[in-house]
């Protein structure tokens, strides 16, 4: 009899002992989720009034005549220059476009692609950007956009309109969405796909109308 009590004590503090590393371990791992999403959060507010700011500044820029704007024989931009304000209506975007798609310019703006025609001229303009997940979109809302939709791409001295023709999904070593087609203005804009995986290149091909 003492015997089994003994053996039964056992067992239960055993349990307890287990039950109690379990229930440490399960708490450490959601404070770690906790602190992990906190991070993620802060970091998307801090993206998201980035990049509202980038935004006004240019404005403001565009109104000062301080703004960058094409020179003839070329495109003098260099990395960082900001260009534009593209605006995508059918999914409420409205981002800062910077020259060059280095990981700290793709950080808080989207990217011109260096070597690919500006905005207005003939020839293929190329603009990536990441897929934020929340507060900073840039163009994590890119694959609802349909064609025939309308984007926008405001320079210090002009509005330029283009109208979507083809959307399609290419891999990341496709680089024909580069080229362009002669006597044609078109805006492309590529991004990752899906989402949370981005094995693949989203690419949106709007011509100028």
């Known amino acids: 009899m003492y015997y089994s009590l003994a053996v039964e004590r056992i067992l239960k503090s055993k349990m307890f002992k287990k039950f109690t590393i379990a229930k440490a371990i399960g708490l450490i791992l959601i404070a770690l989720g906790f602190g992990l999403f906190l991070i993620s959060l802060i970091l998307n507010i801090k993206q998201y009034y980035s990049r509202k700011n980038t935004v006004e500044e240019y404005k403001e820029y565009i109104k000062s005549g301080e703004a960058f704007k094409e020179k003839k024989g070329g495109n003098p931009a260099v990395s960082g220059d900001m260009l534009y304000i593209l605006r995508i209506p ?8 910077r020259e060059g798609v280095s990981r700290d310019i793709l950080a808080d703006s989207l990217g011109h692609q260096e070597g690919t025609a500006l905005a ?3 020839g293929n303009c190329v603009v990536a950007g990441h897929r934020n997940y929340s507060f900073g979109k840039f163009f994590n809302r890119l694959d609802e956009v349909e064609t025939g939709d309308l984007i926008y791409v405001d320079t210090a001295t002009d509005t330029y309109t283009y109208m ?16 362009s087609t002669p006597g044609k203005e078109q805006l492309t804009l590529y991004t990752c796909t899906p989402i949370y995986i981005a094995t693949h290149r989203l690419v949106i091909i709007a011509d100028r109308i």
């Open 90 to 97: 059918s999914i409420d975007s409205e981002n800062p476009v």
């Open 120 to 122: 207005g001229n003939e």
């Open 164 to 179: 979507v023709k083809e959307i399609k999904v290419v891999e990341p070593e496709d680089l024909s969405v580069l080229e």
